[in-house]
T-cell receptor, first 108, second 114 residues
Framework: SQQGEEDPQALSIQEGENATMNCSYK?????LQWYRQNSGRGLVHLIL?????REKHSGRLRVTLDTSKKSSSLLITASRAADTASYFC????????FGTGTRLQVFP | NAGVMQNPRHLVRRRGQEARLRCSPM?????VYWYRQLPEEGLKFMVY????????ESGMPKERFSAEFPKEGPSILRIQQVVRGDSAAYFC????????????FGPGTRLTVT
């Protein structure tokens, strides 16, 4: 069964705008990870947030985690056309379970 | 330090043939994972291996699919008697320690069954 579910499924924005993607998961976790996948490529790890953290930043990325709601959000600020990709959350239980992804398109 | 390597990048097989997909983890990584991705979908876990051991194969179809990670050489995902429904992208990932660590992904092998 799917552990993570991203929302929205697809998102289109203009360059310079912010993009927010949400992820909900089902079971208890010790961390939650976000990955990016460019079309036809493998996944690239973006950021890992531990269960005792509420917010984490990495460059233009900001991730929040609410363990009481079993949800996380990924915010990309000042988006660029190069941010166009699919974004997945993944939560490790006894295996790493990926959500269905959010397809982000950033128009120049 | 080379990343995770997979070969071939593209593989075309006729129905009934065998497909062998190879994955060389990052240097120093002893944990290997295989995932399958259908078009427009997320990655589905297949199997988790350490050297010479299958740790978790709960995502592997019961028939025709097998995986190994020998003491020497790459990890192999083997699909016997392929069917059209096996057409997908197969990704390998590795990590230095346990499954909860971040994983480093290879570029994938795109299998097409004709």
């Amino acid at each position: 069964s799917q552990q993570g579910e991203e929302d929205p499924q697809a998102l289109s924005i203009q360059e310079g705008e912010n993009a927010t993607m949400n992820c909900s998961y089902k079971t208890s976790i010790n961390n939650l990870q976000w990955y990016r996948q460019n079309s036809g490529r493998g996944l690239v790890h973006l950021i890992l947030i531990r269960s005792n953290e509420r917010e984490k930043h990495s460059g233009r990325l900001r991730v929040t985690l609410d363990t009481s709601k079993k949800s996380s959000s990924l915010l990309i600020t000042a988006s660029r056309a190069a941010d166009t990709a699919s974004y997945f959350c993944a939560s490790p239980t006894d295996k790493l379970i990926f959500g269905t992804g959010t397809r982000l398109q950033v128009f120049p | 330090n080379a990343g995770v390597m997979q070969n071939p990048r593209h593989l075309v097989r006729r129905r009934g043939q065998e497909a062998r997909l190879r994955c060389s983890p990052m240097k120093g990584h002893s944990h290997v994972y295989w995932y399958r991705q259908l078009p427009e979908e997320g990655l589905k876990f297949m199997v988790y291996l350490q050297k010479e051991n299958i740790i978790d194969e709960s995502g592997m179809p019961k028939e025709r699919f097998s995986a190994e990670f020998p003491k020497e050489g790459p990890s192999i995902l083997r699909i016997q008697q392929v069917v059209r429904g096996d057409s997908a992208a197969y990704f390998c990932a590795s990590s230095p320690r346990m499954v909860s660590d971040e994983q480093y992904f290879g570029p994938g092998t795109r299998l097409t069954v004709t």
